[in-house]
């Protein structure tokens, strides 16, 4: 099953208090909270680039499946991690505590992200 597409974000679950338990500043919450985001993932094998559109900003990420990369957090950190594929729909990767989940069902992409006790969920479908 391949990733590739673009996939627009239908809900999310958790916004505000996940990106303030990051320590993102509350104006960039309240602007983040109601703006559409769009995801483009391009697959190719191993190899991904995943392009994260929220407004104005753009925030894109690399990896090879089972390397070390370097990847930009939500707060624009830089952080060093490995994403691991589980079966041929789930992308799972560890960065600073954080953990991200992302599975991919027909149209529909779930990523789950969890710091410690409390996760942030965003559901999209592909356009």
């Not at 991690?81 to 529909?108: C, F, P, Q, R, Y």
């Amino acid at each position: 099953m391949s990733f590739t597409g673009k996939y627009e974000l239908q809900s999310q679950e958790n916004f505000e208090p996940f990106m303030k338990a990051l320590g993102l500043p509350d104006d960039q919450i309240q602007k983040g909270k109601d703006i559409k985001s769009t995801s483009e993932i391009v697959q190719d094998g191993k190899k991904f680039k995943v392009t994260v559109t929220t407004g104005s900003k753009v925030l894109t990420n690399e990896f090879t499946i089972g390397e070390e990369s370097e990847m930009v957090m939500l707060t624009g950190e830089k952080v060093k991690a490995i994403v691991h594929m589980e079966g041929d729909n789930k992308l799972v990767a560890s960065m600073k505590g954080l953990k991200s989940v992302t599975e991919l069902n027909g149209d529909t992409i779930t990523n789950t992200m969890t710091l410690g006790d409390l996760s942030y969920k965003r559901i999209s479908k592909r356009i």
